[in-house]
């Protein structure tokens, strides 16, 4: 995924959606979406031609719900192809006359209409100033890996990524320790012409619970396939194939570092997204912007 | 399921199994399976012509692992098509040379052979005493509804129960308490000849977290279809369209309630099987035949 950087293609999610419909007409409202969805049998988030994807789905069943012309959703954390989210945040525009005769059943009648590998928990109106994107503090993301003997607990298999060796937790946390903090993880990520690869690493903390191995990180955002690189660069290590201070040299490169396997997405959750409070809003939206172009 | 009743077709289970091939050649080794499951694309646990089931899969897993002829499983609790398991137990024998040979590396041998929607954690051998069915303290199984207004968690939809109208835990709870203690389930059974449909229930709880409904029974043992006609009963009256006494008056029944709903199966799920210690192991499986004959 990519969650803060700017490419040509998304200049017009920095400006307020317009919906093209109603645009002239009266003013419009901004809602966000606090949305799940089991990312198996998505080709990720962001709308493709031909594809099925989480926006693509979502923005149909807001059309059909509301009865109006399709709206664009702006995203916190764009998921590839296989990765899900408990906590992802989307928002988008409505017409003000809308928004009025349909708050009350909208989630409601968005359950109805959604299929079971999406969901909506909340739709509420937020400030104008309200970026999903641009406005994080932080995204927390999920990484589950399990190396017991007899294999994934299999209510959890479309979220666990089985390895079949033993993997040392000790050596895992130490190798990632460093790695927290302002740093150019370039060799972490995909890179995209023209986006800063810097980042605040806020946390990476890896935890074993009865032969599941949990990674949680934390950051201002994300580039593309960052966290399923640093979880590759960490199991090499788990595995024994690699040192515990590899992870942190590749913090010297400067370019993407073709050693780094990129974990499977299916191992992937977006659980988190935090904003600040709405009178800060508009000020953590600029800063996002202007450090990240 | 039933997890504890005999009927003519099981007087064999009673018997220790006999491993056909081995049987005058050498000892057998009783050895205990701890099972988990994914119910959804599975006929329930036990063989049927022509079906996917777990017992079949599991059996023909092991003769894989262990190259001999199919062995006979017998099961705590013998789960109907769609129930799920995280602590399902199962007991069978072997020769003791087959055992001696493969013990240290069959759970990763069948994690290897086994489907994903089906898991051994642990193969360890036990007394001949040991009867998985018979030998079994309490069963307890967990039964998952969620009523929230945006639908269930999309990475939860296999195993819990979407509810679209709220359900009031507060009358559940006090319609469950009554039902506590040795009773008469025969309301809440399919009946099977021969069969006693009298069991302790000793405990049934529910609570409430985040739009998640979440019930606990544990009995001795239930009888087929038991804990979905309970759940059924106790979602009447969550609705309110049965009052909070409606399931303690069933336990005056001397016949099925076909008033008594049964819920679906996916929302049901066997967590864990508890057995005395060894040394009491013969006493239990003795008491339980006489018990529920």
Chains 1, 2 share one sequence.
């Not at 320790?177 to 060799?187: E, M, N, R, S």
């Not at 194939?241 to 913090?251: C, D, G, H, I, T």
């Amino acid at each position: 995924m990519s969650d803060g950087e700017i490419a040509v293609s998304d200049l017009a999610d920095a400006s307020l959606d317009v919906f093209a419909a109603h645009a002239h007409e009266q003013p419009l409202v901004r809602v966000r979406l606090d949305v799940s969805y089991d990312g198996t049998d998505f080709s990720g988030w962001a709308v493709q031609p031909g594809q099925r994807t989480v926006q693509g789905v979502l923005q149909d069943a807001l059309s059909t719900a509301l009865r109006v012309p399709p709206l664009t959703l702006t995203v916190a954390g764009r998921t590839d192809a296989g990765v899900h989210a408990t906590g992802q945040v989307a928002h988008g525009d409505l017409p003000a006359d809308v928004w009025a005769g349909a708050s009350g059943r909208l989630v409601h009648k968005l359950s109805g209409i959604l299929p079971r590998d999406v969901r909506v928990a909340a739709v509420t109106q937020v400030p104008d100033t309200f970026d999903a994107r641009f406005g994080a503090l932080w995204r927390r993301y999920v990484y589950r890996i399990s190396d017991a003997e007899g294999g994934i607990e299999p209510l959890q298999r479309r979220q666990v990524l089985a390895w079949r060796r033993p993997l040392d937790v000790a050596a895992m946390s130490a190798a990632a320790a460093p790695l927290v903090g302002l740093h150019d993880f370039v060799a972490f990520c995909r890179r995209r012409a023209g986006a800063s690869t810097i980042r605040t690493l806020e946390s990476l903390d890896i935890t074993r619970t009865e032969g599941e191995i949990v990674c949680t990180v934390q950051a201002d955002a994300f580039c593309r396939s960052m966290v399923r690189s640093l979880v590759g660069a960490l199991i090499a290590v788990g595995e024994g194939r690699r040192p515990v201070e590899w992870p942190a040299e590749l913090l010297s490169y400067d370019t993407r570092c073709d050693d780094v396997g990129v974990a499977p997405a299916h191992g992937l959750t977006l659980v988190e997204v935090r904003y600040p409070p709405d009178d800060q809003l508009h000020l953590r939206a600029a800063q996002a912007r202007a450090r990240r172009g």
